[in-house]
């Protein structure tokens, strides 16, 4: 199989660069000539993968795996609808990181910009740092948002997370913003630090773990009581997933006709919460 290495050649690039044809399934079936001729959008116009990068390419054992260097949040859609093989990032991505992703791995070892994940089916997107808003969300006007894999944010995260999840995990490390969840239809976030408000708001299935603190919970969700180290089944045939600790149980949203959505927050770090 083969390595790609891409390093940026210019750090302050101005207009922002699409680097969805990039991917480790192509670039295993080209030259390096090739690969060098890639055009890629930049604005309105294009531009290709050997006048911005320096290029170079190895043959390695196992899968295909591209290394972008001296990345940063002008390189857009990096790893967008990548089926197999690896992406490491050093340094920051754009928007879109992830997008319509079906398998392989990406690791971004810096910060992510707005929609990592989104529409995300399959595989795994690791970002080291923080991530912005509507991380594994649905597409604006859609209402299909993640439909499997999983994404883990090392850091802190923005609002709107999971937005229209349908299936798969979303872990964040850090804390969140404003309505985390919103319209979730199923799949499970966890989320270890602090949540803003309106969370889990007109959810419908699913999960939503807090190991933090939460700013509030919407009238509309229901208490079912308190529980220690919980099985959460997203279905009859579900086998479950435990999760360790002793949370508050909500179910929701009842804005929505027979909501199935759950609620899990910490007790311990939420003691006047009830």
């Known amino acids: 199989m083969k390595e790609l290495i891409l390093t940026l050649q210019k750090e302050d690039i101005i207009v922002p660069v699409e680097m969805d044809k990039v991917l480790p399934e192509v670039i295993e079936k080209i030259s390096l000539d090739e690969i060098k001729n890639i055009e890629l959008i930049q604005g309105r116009k294009k531009v290709k993968v050997g006048d911005i990068f320096d290029v170079e390419l190895n043959d390695i054992e196992g899968e295909p795996r591209i290394i972008i260097k001296n990345s940063n949040q002008k390189l857009k859609y990096i790893g967008s609808k990548m089926s197999r093989g690896e992406i490491i990032v050093e340094g920051d991505v754009g928007m879109y990181v992830g997008a319509e992703m079906k398998g392989g791995k990406i690791i971004v070892n810096g910060n992510a910009d707005s929609w990592a994940g989104q529409n995300m089916k399959g595989g795994e997107l690791l970002i080291k740092g923080n991530a912005r808003d509507y991380v594994g969300s649905a597409y604006r006007g859609d209402w299909r948002g993640m439909s499997g894999g999983k994404i883990i944010v090392e850091g802190n995260a923005g609002d709107e997370i999971g937005e229209f999840m349908k299936n798969g995990v979303i872990h964040i490390k850090g804390n969140v913003g404003i309505m985390a969840g919103i319209h979730q239809n199923g799949g499970i976030i966890f989320i ?19 190991y933090g603190k939460v700013e509030e919970v919407l009238p509309s969700f229901k208490f079912e009581g308190i529980v220690e180290n919980p099985i959460i089944k997203l279905s009859k045939k579900d086998e479950g997933i435990p999760i360790e600790g002793t949370f508050y149980k909500f179910t929701g949203d009842y804005v929505n006709r027979k909501p199935k959505g759950q609620l899990y927050i910490s007790v311990d770090n939420n003691p006047d919460l009830i």
Do not use: H
């Not at 270890?192 to 807090?210: C, H, L, P, S, Y």
């Open 192 to 210: 270890d630090g602090n949540v803003d408000v309106r969370v889990g708001g007109e959810m419908k299935a699913g999960a939503i773990v807090v």
